[in-house]
């Protein structure tokens, strides 16, 4: 069965302090990992699609890189503004839904 | 560019009540639609998802229920609604199949 778990669930930093965010994955077949980022009270904004291992992309102080297991989310010298849930997904054999990981909260403190 | 919206963005509603919430996708044609809730502290769980008018397709069975009844609209609704429906309902859309998901603003519902 297709499954994606994301760790850690919370993760704390201070301003600066570079970390990464996991998304383990067993999928029949990848067809595609997304990330997304999430404001309190807000739906999901689209970050990045990542569909072979060894690609990376990034935006800001975000980099994804994947492998043919997990996919990591760098953040480095994160801001407090970078605080939000962090949430990963991957489409179904269909192509016609996305699972989604429960997310890391990430707080960054100034 | 294309833009979701969905309302209302809060509600709060007795047990036993009826349910509708809207979501209309505009700049794009036959987008495919989803309906997903999460629960306080939970992940994202799919609801139900349509590939075009009047196609629906549920994930969990439950006292709701979608429609579709034109390209770009799609509403929740329930007849009677259950404490255990509260949570953040969040409409999306995609074009085609592995392609990125958008999503709408989210309306919160409470029952009580």
């Known amino acids: 069965e297709d499954q994606v778990t994301q760790s850690p669930e919370a993760l704390r930093l201070q301003e600066g302090e570079s970390s990464s965010l996991n998304c383990s994955y067993t999928v029949s077949g990848l067809r595609g990992l997304f990330w997304y980022r999430q404001d309190p009270g807000k739906g999901p904004e689209f970050l990045f699609t990542?569909?072979?291992a060894g690609e990376e992309k990034e935006k800001e102080r975000l980099k994804a890189t994947l492998t043919k297991k997990e996919s990591f989310l760098h953040i480095t010298a994160p801001k407090p503004e970078d605080s939000a849930t962090y949430l990963c997904a991957f489409p179904s054999n269909t192509g016609n839904q996305f699972y989604f990981g429960t997310g890391t909260s990430l707080t960054v403190i100034p | 560019s294309q833009t979701i919206h969905q309302w209302p963005a809060t509600l709060v509603q007795p047990v036993g009540s009826p349910l509708s919430l809207e979501c209309t996708v505009e700049g794009t044609s036959n987008p495919n639609l989803y309906w997903y809730r999460q629960a306080a502290g939970r992940g994202l769980q799919l609801l139900f998802y349509s590939v075009g008018i009047g196609q629906i397709s549920s994930e969990v069975p439950q006292n709701l229920s979608a429609s579709r009844p034109q390209d770009r609209q799609f509403i929740l609704s329930s007849k009677k609604l259950l404490l255990s429906d509260s949570g953040f309902y969040l409409c999306?859309?995609?074009?085609?199949?592995?392609?990125?998901?958008?999503f709408g603003e989210g309306s919160w519902l409470t029952v009580v």
């Open positions: 999306a859309w995609s074009v085609g199949t592995r392609n990125t998901i958008y």
């Open positions: 990542l569909y072979s």
